[in-house]
């Protein structure tokens, strides 16, 4: 359910490194732009060695601007949710921390009830073998990503962890929404 009258809106979301959810959503058609950053911890404007470290408390999230008439939110997050482990706390793969954690930010009160019935349904399916630990939290302040970091995959996609990480990760999500790929 999107928020009603508002096309444009924004989501942030945590899955694991922001560099895969980031060049997971520049392929989907509908969202008009991207940040890679930190949110959920206490201090201002972290640096990234704090946030990688796990002092900070801060999570690598990625905060998206997008359509809701073109991507509506349930689609967003069916994307988002198919792009990471849901399941595994506090890490993705061979990336393990507490700034890794699986989380959605949610910007509005339709936000927050899409994201929590999308996660019970997730789990009543029994698609995944474990339940989800996915947080389900209001948004907190958003801090950008160090420069080098924006449109890494898009920068860099010939860099070991891009092929090996990243790129399974795009095709998965072109094989399964094929029709919300960018034309």
Known sequence: MSDAGQSIQTATLG???YWCIEAVFSQINGVLSMQSGFSGGQNANPSYGSV????????EVVKVTFDAQILPYEQLLAVFFAAHDPT???????DV???YRSVVFYHSQAQHQ???KMIE?????????RKIVTEVRPAMPFYVGP???????LENPDQPYC??????????IKALFAEQLRP
């Open 88 to 94: 595994t706390l506090n890490r993705q793969g061979h």
């Open 15 to 17: 899955g694991g490194c």
């Open 163 to 172: 092929q090996i990480v990243i790129r399974p990760k795009m095709e998965k």
């Open 147 to 153: 420069d080098y970091h924006q449109d890494f995959y």
């Open 52 to 59: 990688c470290s796990g002092q900070s408390e801060h999570i």
């Open 121 to 129: 349904a997730l789990d009543d399916s029994g698609i995944y073998p």
């Open 97 to 99: 921390g507490p700034h």
């Open 114 to 116: 899409t994201a929590l």
